[in-house]
Nanobody, 121 residues
Framework: QVQLVESGGGLVQAGGSLRLSCAAS????????MLWYRQAPGKQRELVATITNGGSTYYADSVKGRFTISRDNAKNTVYLQMNSLKPEDTAVYYC???????????????WGKGTLVTVSS
């Protein structure tokens, strides 16, 4: 089974930056996409960014231009660089691993436990 462990969350002031990491271990042969989701208190989970094995990326409109997803295949690690943070970015951020379905959909097979990001004003 695949295990995903997030790190890098914390408290940051508005306008600041934070870099999240997601380290993967286990059998990942069936996985072709890594994703970052977030969930704020009282709100539904939303997709933030994705990256495929081929390097294609996707960003939610709310974070495009501010967040960057990347990977280090040698370390089996995916990153989310978050710049120009806003209070509305406050949420628990979850790493996920899954498979692409068609061109724009994903099937999630594994979830991390999440890391909390708090952006203060």
């Amino acid at each position: 089974q695949v295990q995903l462990v997030e790190s890098g969350g914390g408290l940051v002031q508005a306008g600041g930056s934070l870099r999240l990491s997601c380290a993967a271990s286990g059998s990942i042969f069936s996985i072709n996409a890594m994703l970052w989701y977030r969930q704020a208190p009282g709100k539904q989970r939303e997709l933030v960014a994705t990256i495929t094995n081929g390097g294609s990326t996707y960003y939610a409109d709310s974070v495009k231009g501010r967040f960057t997803i990347s990977r280090d295949n040698a370390k089996n690690t995916v990153y989310l660089q978050m710049n120009s943070l806003k209070p509305e970015d406050t949420a628990v951020y979850y790493c996920a691993a899954g498979r692409t379905i068609g061109q724009s959909s994903y099937a999630i097979d594994y979830w991390g436990k999440g890391t909390l990001v708090t952006v203060s004003s």
